[in-house]
């Protein structure tokens, strides 16, 4: 890395890889703190995850760490590998999940298990519209991910597809529009979940689910993970929900996939907007 920098000093990707290399070697926090800030002062969107880094160094705030531009770019790389090795590789279950605990919720309010709008947030590839089309009418999505909404649209699953912010999305439905919003394993990349709930809650008819799947944490409120990724504890969601006017219909410990052979802890949520 050190090399490369000599003849590119400008390089971004060899900033993070010098930082990585001092962070693992564990005696170069400093340094590692300083080759991620040049790294992210030459990717401002953050591309890599120096932000990330930083974050868990303790040298930024995790809250706001993990860019859009980050996202985009880890699934646009991922998508060609997307489903198989989620499927076969991290078992990854969240649409099957999801699907039961909507039954469920539904079973418990007394309500018909079929819904006229569904959204769903952070489509990817449309594994969670292979779950839900036969008790959909119509199912629109929005993706950060261009490569991944490329995939989702040749499975001819969604009514809809957008590229683009999902809050902001959310933010342009129609009022009382949708039925059922999904979220399946999206939430691990995003800090405060209130914005979305209340985005959520607006597009929602009275009655209306809300349904998604968090990795979970033994402690309080949201906690940004040595893998990368968010955490929410059951009382945060409980709290921000109650913000928006959802009340929990369904909150339940779900792993939907492994990560070096062990299940990764989670919640399956089901909410629910008042009248």
Known sequence: ?????????????A????????????????????AFRRALGHDPEDRLGAGIRLALLGAAEPA?????GYVRE???????RFDRHLRQGLGYRAPEILLDAVRRACSLRLRPFRFADALDLGCGTGLAAEAFRDVAGRIAGVDL??????????????????AGDLLAWLGERAPGSADLVLAADVFVYLSDLKPVFAAGARALRPGGLFAFTVQSHEGAG???????????????LRSAAAEAGLA???????????????DVPGLVVVLVRGA
Do not use: N
């Open 1 to 13: 890395a050190r090399q490369a920098l000599e003849l590119a000093p400008d390089c971004a990707p």
């Open 248 to 262: 929990a219909s369904l909150l339940e410990p779900a792993s939907t996939r492994r990560d070096r052979g062990a």
């Open 145 to 162: 991910s261009p490569a991944m909404l490329r995939k989702a649209d040749g499975k001819r699953l969604y009514d809809e597809l957008a």
């Open 15 to 34: 900033w993070f890889l010098l930082g990585k290399a001092l962070e693992a070697g564990g005696a170069g926090r400093e340094e590692a703190v300083a």
């Open 74 to 80: 880890l699934f646009d790389g991922y998508a060609i």
């Open 222 to 236: 949201i906690l940004l993970g040595e893998d990368g990724r968010y955490g929410h504890s059951a009382a945060y």
């Open 64 to 68: 706001t760490a993990m860019s859009a």
